[in-house]
């Protein structure tokens, strides 16, 4: 009777559960129906990576019901230190613009006041964004190059990292004091995972925590972490193309060596006091040079844009380099790795024959855009190193799920972050990285298998014996390191009044 009396009522008649309810069955029923004219279609490309997607969400959904451990006191320390230091530079601008400048009630925070500042008493030349004079990063580091907005810019650029710092520490953890995510399978066109806050608005997106965060994620107790990184990923995806097209120099290039730290030795020759040691050399290469930002990293953004069809002056602004570097650079590295060019055409040939690219994994993407369109070409290109890499970590993952000798984590882009009992590192690590390993058979007999650096710890900051000792440090069979520092574990997470931003 109450479902006939449900059918017949109108909307405004129904409680807000049985609406729910009703939307619910709806949503259900359009779905099957729109798979039931979906599947006819799908061929041997697309019906094996549905299949897949399928699979991966046994270890999708694992991970995000788990989530990571926060340690709550070390969290607390850190925003509190971010915050002497904000305050410290806060008071330090406020004088200088004061001053300086005559303005004592500047709010660094005010978009308003930041255009008086420069715009108005500095009087600078305006930076436009979309016709309209602008203070975002771009537009400060552009004005940074005025002595006058040096010191200023400076300051802001610090203090607005700090804030966004600050931001990511203070996100709401749930009750059981862990950090959660939501992962979506199908969330990109390449088959990289995406993420965003859980199901309950609490977390955040955990693949993009910068490297000084990451401390405050730690294992459970009794248990060890290990980061599983692929090494020079996407560019070994496209050394196995150029291979298959006839030319192996720049996979060579990548199983000889450190690609990215080559790069930098070609771009800055005498910026740095390269050795001619490999590790040394790539010490050098991740010192700080940009922000957060080491020279291996901003060459791993070179050597992909360039890779990518990038133009210098594109290049030159993403990387923050002098775009004479990168027009000095590029003839070099494409005299060293002509098949680039190759490839370029060969995918530029597909698209406009077919409309469609096939990874090297095997999936099948149409591009919509026009296949004369330079936008279209370098996104087609793009496609398949990335989305290549992105099948062949997540079937690593996949297997090391399925094998249950270690618990998932965290997936982040290119690397994978488990915890284990830490009694038995040597026995799961190796498993783990087998597990991982993911042969494709390229043309001519080659084997192509992604390597995995791995670094193990109690939590998933570097290494550094005197701040952070329990750290992740290269794995060495037999680690003779004990966790050094308590978890703080509470019921639930700490009340603390944090000032606003």
Not at 74 to 100: A, H, T
Not at 180 to 191: P, W
Request: proline share 5%; hydrophobic share 35%; net charge neutral.
């Amino acid at each position: 009777m109450k479902v006939i009396e449900t059918a017949t009522a109108s909307p405004h008649d129904l409680t807000p559960q049985i609406r729910e309810w009703i939307y619910n069955g709806m949503d259900c029923c359009v779905t099957a129906e729109v798979l039931d004219v979906l599947l006819p279609q799908l061929d041997n490309h697309t019906a094996a990576t549905y299949n897949f997607s399928r699979d991966l969400q046994g270890p999708v959904l694992e991970m995000r019901v788990r989530g990571v451990l926060i340690d709550e006191a070390r969290r607390v320390d850190v925003i509190e230190e971010y915050y002497e230091l904000l305050d410290r530079l806060e008071g330090q601008l406020e004088k200088i613009v004061g001053v300086g400048c005559g303005m004592y009630d500047f709010n660094w925070r005010s978009n308003k006041h930041l255009h008086e500042l420069f715009y108005g008493i500095l009087d600078l030349p305006p930076v436009h964004r979309g016709g309209s004079p602008s203070v975002n990063r771009d537009a400060l580091e552009r004005l940074s190059q005025y002595f006058s907005a040096t010191q200023i810019v400076n300051h802001l650029l610090v203090m607005r990292d700090l804030q966004k710092k600050i931001g990511v520490l203070r996100t709401e953890i749930d009750s059981d004091g862990r950090m959660r995510t939501s992962y979506n399978i199908a969330g990109t066109n390449t088959g990289r995972l995406s993420s965003s806050f859980s199901e309950f608005g609490t977390g955040t997106n955990l693949q993009n925590i910068e490297e000084s965060l990451r401390s405050v994620f730690v294992a459970d107790p009794g248990y060890k972490l290990a980061y599983l990184d692929a090494q020079q990923g996407e560019s070994r995806v496209v050394g196995a193309l150029e291979w298959n097209l006839g030319d192996g120099r720049y996979l060579d290039a990548c199983e000889g060596g450190d690609l990215h730290t080559t790069v930098a030795k070609l771009i800055w020759p005498r910026d740095v006091p390269w050795t001619g040691n490999p590790r040394k050399d790539r010490k050098l290469a991740e010192r700080p040079y940009y922000r957060h930002y080491d020279r291996r990293f901003m060459c791993k953004k070179i050597g992909h844009g360039t890779n990518y069809g990038g133009k210098p002056r594109t290049l030159a602004n993403q990387a923050k380099i002098d775009i004479g570097l990168i027009e000095e650079f590029q003839p070099k590295y494409f005299a060293a790795f002509p098949a680039h060019h190759l490839w370029h055409a060969d995918v530029d040939r597909r698209l406009r024959e077919d409309g469609y690219i096939i990874n090297l994994t095997g999936r099948k993407r149409y591009f919509f855009g026009r296949r004369n369109d330079d936008t279209t070409l370098r996104e087609a290109i793009a496609y398949d190193p990335q989305g290549s890499l992105a099948d062949i970590l997540n079937r690593g993952m996949l297997n090391v799920w399925r094998r249950r000798d270690c618990q998932l984590l965290m997936q982040i882009h290119d690397a994978i972050l488990i915890q284990y009992p830490e009694a038995e590192e040597d026995r799961v690590i190796p498993k783990v990285v087998e597990a991982l390993r993911t042969p494709i058979s390229l043309d001519r007999g080659r084997d192509f298998v992604i390597p995995y650096e791995v670094a193990t710890g109690w939590n998933w900051g570097k290494f550094d014996e005197g701040k952070n000792p329990d750290g992740l440090k290269a794995y060495i069979p037999a680690d003779k390191r004990k966790r050094q520092q308590k978890v703080s574990i509470m019921d639930r997470p700490v009340r603390r009044v944090y000032r606003k931003s």
